[in-house]
Nanobody, 114 residues
Framework: QVQLVESGGGLVQPGGSLRLSCAAA????????MAWHRQAPGKQRELVAA??????YYADSVQGRFTIYRDSAKNTVYLQMNSLKPEDTAVYSC?????????WGQGTQVTVSS
């Protein structure tokens, strides 16, 4: 059984940086896409960034500030978040899509506040 283990969330001041990690524990085959989503209180979940076989996707709100990258050997996806803003505050969840199934992490809280 595959589980996604996330880490790296926390409290940071505006302008600061955080790096989120999501590692797939267990045997996983044919990864097609890896992504990060977030959900702020009272808002719908939104796709923040995704990486597959082509150019990474970024939401307009994070373009130029966030970077998604992967370590295929470790089945791990990262989200480097720079120049954080209070509006980036949310629960961030990773997603891994394979040919057979879609997996989700448990979510990690990111709070940007002074």
């Amino acid at each position: 059984q595959v589980q996604l283990v996330e880490s790296g969330g926390g409290l940071v001041q505006p302008g600061g940086s955080l790096r989120l990690s999501c590692a797939a524990a267990g045997v996983i085959f044919s990864i097609e896409n890896m992504a990060w989503h977030r959900q702020a209180p009272g808002k719908q979940r939104e796709l923040v960034a995704a990486i597959g076989s082509v150019v990474p996707y970024y939401a307009d709100s994070v373009q130029g500030r966030f970077t998604i990258y992967r370590d295929s050997a470790k089945n791990t996806v990262y989200l480097q978040m720079n120049s954080l803003k209070p509006e980036d505050t949310a629960v961030y969840s990773c997603q891994i899509v394979t040919a057979r199934a879609t997996y989700w992490g448990q979510g990690t809280q990111v709070t940007v506040s002074s």
